[in-house]
């Protein structure tokens, strides 16, 4: 049984409508159905009130939705890959806009300090994006086989 179909079964055993579901849990009648229709998927903290609020356990809930776990999973990644592209962003402007800023000022010890660490930051910044990148790619290889 899915979550969509296991959230169904529990507001109907609990004699709940679509609308009273959801003042439980701070959503839509519309959000619960789009539950129940497996349009949409609770975030994991709905889930476990929902898990706490009834009774039941998160692995009744999740075990047997492989999709939903995948889709939580994938959410989880992309989130990830979200945070690791502002981190390469950071360093390789951060690292670019100071090397560009010391062509305009004058030869000076600091001047060439600040040179050094604007190209290690850019270098970073290009070295995280490798691995970045290599990551991106076996998240769709992966994908692609599943």
Same mark, same amino acid.
């Given at each position: 049984?899915? +979550?969509?179909?296991?959230?169904? =079964?529990?507001?109907?055993?609990?004699?709940? /409508?679509?609308?009273?579901?959801?003042?439980?849990? =701070?959503? @839509?009648?519309?959000? +619960?159905?789009?539950?129940?229709?497996?349009?949409?998927?609770? %975030?994991?903290?709905?889930?476990?009130?929902?898990?706490?609020?009834?009774?039941?356990?998160? $692995?009744?809930?999740?075990?047997?939705?492989?999709?939903?776990?995948?889709? &939580?999973?994938?959410?989880?990644?992309?989130? @990830?890959?979200? =945070?690791?592209?502002?981190?390469?962003?950071?360093? /390789?402007?951060?690292? /670019? #806009?100071?090397?560009?800023?010391?062509?305009?000022?004058? %030869?000076?010890?600091?001047? /060439? &300090?600040? +040179?050094? *660490? #604007?190209?290690?930051?850019?270098?970073? #910044?290009?070295?995280?994006?490798?691995?970045? $990148?290599?990551?991106?790619? %076996?998240?769709? *290889? %992966? $994908?692609?086989? *599943?």
């Amino acid at each position: 049984m899915n +979550v969509g179909n296991q959230i169904l =079964h529990i507001r109907k055993e609990q004699q709940l /409508t679509q609308e009273e579901f959801g003042r439980l849990f =701070h959503v @839509t009648r519309q959000t +619960v159905s789009n539950w129940e229709n497996e349009k949409s998927y609770p %975030d994991l903290q709905t889930l476990i009130a929902i898990s706490s609020q009834f009774e039941i356990s998160l $692995d009744t809930l999740l075990k047997e939705d492989s999709k939903m776990v995948r889709a &939580m999973d994938k959410e989880r990644i992309l989130g @990830t890959i979200k =945070h690791e592209k502002s981190v390469i962003d950071f360093f /390789t402007g951060a690292g /670019t #806009g100071i090397t560009a800023s010391c062509l305009f000022s004058p %030869d000076s010890a600091v001047r /060439t &300090m600040a +040179v050094i *660490a #604007g190209l290690v930051m850019t270098g970073i #910044g290009w070295y995280k994006k490798s691995v970045y $990148d290599k990551r991106v790619l %076996d998240y769709i *290889a %992966d $994908d692609e086989e *599943a």
